[in-house]
């Protein structure tokens, strides 16, 4: 087995409504910062999938607070976290870690309780590494990407190698 390394989320799921709640609030995660482009939301789709819009209704149900982190600036990236009940932190610079400490802000939470969960190694895992925070990488809902990441999932593919998927 090889040694872990820096830039490996800290879990892996195939997508986000397959994440056990049960496991989250054994690890006493009581925040969720959520990406949106391609793991709540498919590459050019409008809404997320049924399943995973019912993830987000039933994290909050359970007390989990969830706040979305998007690089996306625009007023559809607040229009769908406003028709799922949370808070949008657009134009985050992901992987910047401002974007996740403002997430933490919103939440109220420490980062210790706080996980993050997103689709993109540059950005997601490495942003919420830079802030101090577990992360959980999803499989993107879409394989294709828009023509300015297609080159990062290339060599996201190369360094995530040997990820244990298990």
């Known amino acids: 087995m090889s040694k872990?390394?820096?830039?490996?989320?800290?879990?892996?799921a195939a997508r986000i409504s397959q994440i056990a709640f049960e496991e989250l609030e054994h690890g006493d995660i009581r925040g969720i910062i959520v990406d949106l482009d391609n793991?709540?939301?498919?590459y050019r789709k409008h809404v997320p999938d049924d399943e995973d819009a019912a993830w987000i209704i039933a994290a909050?149900?359970?007390?989990?607070?969830?706040?979305?982190v998007t690089n996306n600036a625009t007023a559809w990236a607040a229009e769908?976290?406003?028709?799922?009940?949370?808070?949008?932190?657009?134009?985050?610079?992901?992987?910047?870690?401002?974007?996740?400490?403002?997430?933490?802000?919103?939440l109220d939470l420490p980062a210790e309780n706080v996980i993050v969960i997103g689709d993109q190694l540059f950005t997601d895992v490495i942003g919420?590494?830079?802030?101090g925070l577990p992360v959980v990488l999803v499989e993107p809902l879409v394989l294709r990407?828009?023509?300015?990441?297609?080159w990062l999932r290339?060599?996201?593919?190369?360094?995530?190698?040997?990820?244990?998927r298990a």
């Not at 919420?128 to 802030?131: I, P, T, V």
Request: net charge positive; proline share 7%; charged share 25%.
């Open 60 to 68: 909050r149900a359970r007390g989990l607070r969830v706040v979305m």
């Open 128 to 131: 919420a590494k830079f802030a």
């Open 154 to 164: 290339r060599l996201e593919r190369w360094l995530l190698h040997g990820l244990p």
């Open 39 to 42: 793991t709540l939301v498919g």
């Open 4 to 12: 872990r390394r820096w830039w490996w989320p800290t879990s892996w």
């Open 80 to 106: 769908v976290a406003a028709n799922l009940g949370i808070a949008c932190i657009a134009n985050a610079r992901k992987p910047l870690p401002g974007g996740f400490r403002r997430a933490l802000a919103e």
């Open 145 to 150: 990407d828009p023509r300015n990441t297609r």
